[in-house]
T-cell receptor
Framework: LAKTTQPISMDSYEGQEVNITCSHNNIATNDYITWYQQFPSQGPRFIIQGYKTKVTNEVASLFIPADRKSSTLSLPRVSLSDTAVYYCLVGDKAGANNLFFGTGTRLTVIP | DAGVIQSPRHEVTEMGQEVTLRCKPISGHNSLFWYRQTMMRGLELLIYFNNNVPIDDSGMPEDRFSAKMPNASFSTLKIQPSEPRDSAVYFC??????????????FGPGTRLTVL
């Protein structure tokens, strides 16, 4: 099971770009990197997934270096509503080992 | 679509009592997952089903926990007897064939269980 390491918490001011880095040294060839977001009193919500290089959608960007041993979730110009816990998961696309959430990174956006 | 539905939303019970949590997945989804979330351990996978069949229950903490999925639209997680350390938020999530392309799971609102 490829586990991940993320910072426990981060603070940021409104309007800033936030980068959350996740380490996954034991990532396997078939593994993808997936990020979820969880607001208080809600279940997690899928944000983005990637395999290598860069992926961008309407919510975030995901940067993955060539060795794939880490990844960075980038949130552009955060607002107070981006305050949440962000989880990085690593595993093959439809298998069971893509389901280790851990404790995630608690992002607090400050006005 | 109403999304994943869980009931009850809150449950308070006394130690030793049986607790049953319920989940209705999104229609058409073929995978269902049960998670438990605590401050100390974060979000942990307990068990997941594919096409109503349990695939991996290695996360079920002990024999006091059991889960069933009698049909594609309903699943239960039962704790008997309950203990104070079972207090947590229990989430149900489902995933469809199309979402399996990126392993996107859709989570319910959770059931907050308190065992006194």
């Amino acid at each position: 099971l490829a586990k991940t390491t993320q910072p426990i918490s981060m603070d940021s001011y409104e309007g800033q770009e936030v980068n959350i880095t996740c380490s996954h040294n034991n990532i396997a060839t078939n593994d993808y990197i997936t990020w979820y977001q969880q607001f208080p009193s809600q279940g997690p919500r899928f944000i983005i997934q990637g395999y290598k290089t860069k992926v961008t959608n309407e919510v975030a960007s995901l940067f993955i270096p060539a060795d794939r041993k880490s990844s960075t979730l980038s949130l552009p110009r955060v607002s107070l509503s981006d305050t949440a816990v962000y989880y990085c998961l690593v595993g093959d696309k439809a298998g069971a080992n893509n389901l280790f959430f851990g404790t995630g990174t608690r992002l607090t956006v400050i006005p | 679509d109403a999304g994943v539905i869980q009931s009850p939303r809150h449950e308070v019970t006394e130690m030793g009592q049986e607790v049953t949590l319920r989940c209705k997945p999104i229609s058409g989804h073929n995978s269902l997952f049960w998670y438990r979330q605590t401050m100390m351990r974060g979000l942990e996978l307990l068990i997941y089903f594919n096409n109503n069949v349990p695939i991996d229950d290695s996360g079920m903490p002990e024999d006091r926990f059991s889960a069933k999925m009698p049909n594609a639209s309903f699943s239960t997680l039962k704790i008997q007897p309950s203990e104070p350390r079972d207090s947590a938020v229990y989430f149900c999530a489902s995933r469809g064939w199309k979402a399996a392309v990126n392993n996107e799971q859709f989570f319910g609102p959770g059931t907050r269980l308190t065992v006194l």
